[in-house]
């Protein structure tokens, strides 16, 4: 059985096209060239129309799919399936944000979020590319889980799937679980499905890919997919940043910078760089300052996120007038900044940490179910 959404649109066409053959039938050699056209033109148009009643409707049930032909449905019922992961958990925050944790084929969790922005207009779907992350930045509950696997192709694009069956999406941003550009294939291809016009229909600009600064990987996203970048940068001197993110000590700030510089963008499009602000630890005038020298001719935003404290870590949030300190001064020079609005607070907010809840919890039971005392692993 073949995942629904581990095809591009081609590759279901390509798929359909037996079926085709079949239905129109050979009737001499002379025919051949002209039936193959035929044949793939149809192939063509049934995929799309597949498209159109998965991504666009909805609709994950073949048998519903009233327009498409006895023997299409019969073939999609015997090949293909729209995988649909398993939830484990849901929250619901006050604020509108929605956590989930799902499960996927081989029992792996990951998490996802839809954020809706305060004026009620953009609803953005936070995924995960990997099952954890090996990344192992100093103030991330994710990072001390390791990571277990990359996700496939279909495990990517159902998660977007999933978030739009419960609110309509504006944007898509890769920034839960994992290292995007740690599993580079696999979250080109789901670009790409994402961004079908008879699919989901996002635009290049409402995708954004994060990353904590796999240098070489930038170049090669850039080069395969047409979507924005955001990169987790944190820190302003390579000593800094190598204390919370060990990837500095492979690529440092100065590497990175290139790379976010070669990086194409096209018209109108920035760069977004994510500032996690720790308290006493990157939040000071002259963090702000470095900062500014930084980033200097790339086309960027700057993303303050005020830390959100977990026990997974010692840091703590800078208070809300060094935030606005802080922004101010690169303000006043003319960048743009924003704060992120700390969306679901009162549910498992950062990210990781609904899946170390549910990993603590089921080793909770099952010590307990051995015998032993109970562990509390965060
Ligand atoms: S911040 Fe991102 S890259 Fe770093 S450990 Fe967490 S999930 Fe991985």
């Given at each position: 059985m073949i995942y629904f959404q581990s095809l591009t649109q081609n590759e279901l066409s390509e798929l359909l096209l037996p079926l085709s053959l079949d239905r129109l039938g050979r009737r001499s050699r002379l025919e051949e060239s002209e039936l193959l056209i035929k044949a793939k033109k149809q192939a063509r148009f049934h995929a799309q129309q597949i498209y159109h009643w998965v991504?666009?409707?909805?609709?994950?049930?073949?048998?519903?799919?009233?327009?498409?032909?006895k023997d299409h449905r019969a073939w999609l019922i015997a090949n293909l399936e729209v995988f649909r992961p398993k939830v484990c958990s849901r929250q619901e925050s006050p604020d509108g944000t929605v956590k989930f944790l799902w499960e996927m084929g081989d029992s792996k969790t990951v998490e996802g979020v839809i954020i809706p922005a305060a004026e009620g207009e953009r609803f953005t779907g936070c995924i995960s590319s990997?099952?954890?992350?090996?990344?192992?930045?100093?103030?991330?509950?994710?990072?001390?889980?390791?990571?277990?696997r990359n996700l496939e192709v279909h495990e990517i694009v159902a998660q977007v799937y999933e978030l739009r069956q419960v609110s309509p999406l504006t944007n898509v941003v890769f920034m839960g679980m994992g290292e995007p550009l740690k599993n580079l294939d696999n979250v080109v291809k789901a670009c790409e499905i994402l961004l079908d016009t008879d699919g989901m229909n996002f635009s290049k600009r409402k995708i954004t890919v994060s990353t904590s600064g796999l240098v070489p990987a930038i170049a090669e996203l850039g080069a395969r997919v047409d979507v924005s970048l955001a990169v987790?940068?944190?820190?302003?001197t390579d000593e800094q940043r190598s204390a919370i993110m060990p990837v500095n000590r492979k690529w440092n700030i100065a590497e990175l910078l290139k790379a976010c510089r070669e990086y194409p963008l096209g018209s109108h499009r920035r760069i977004t760089f994510e500032y996690v602000m720790l308290r006493d630890f990157n939040d000071t005038p002259d963090d702000a300052r470095r900062l500014m020298k930084l980033v200097v001719g790339i086309p960027s935003k700057i993303n303050l996120i005020p830390f959100n404290e977990?026990?997974?870590?010692d840091f703590k949030r800078p208070s809300d007038e060094t935030v606005r300190a802080f922004q101010k001064l690169l303000v006043d020079a003319g960048m743009t900044a924003t704060v992120r609005?700390?969306?679901?607070?009162?549910?498992?907010?950062?990210?990781g940490q609904l899946r170390s809840a549910v990993i603590a919890r089921e080793s909770r039971s099952s010590d307990a179910s051995q015998g032993l005392s109970a562990v509390t692993s965060y």
């Open positions: 991504y666009q409707r909805g609709v994950s049930q073949w048998e519903q799919m009233s327009d498409l032909s990997q099952v954890g992350c090996a990344m192992k930045c100093a103030f991330c509950v994710t990072g001390t889980q390791g990571v277990e987790s940068l944190n820190a302003t977990h026990a997974s870590a609005v700390s969306r679901g607070r009162e549910i498992s907010a950062a990210c």
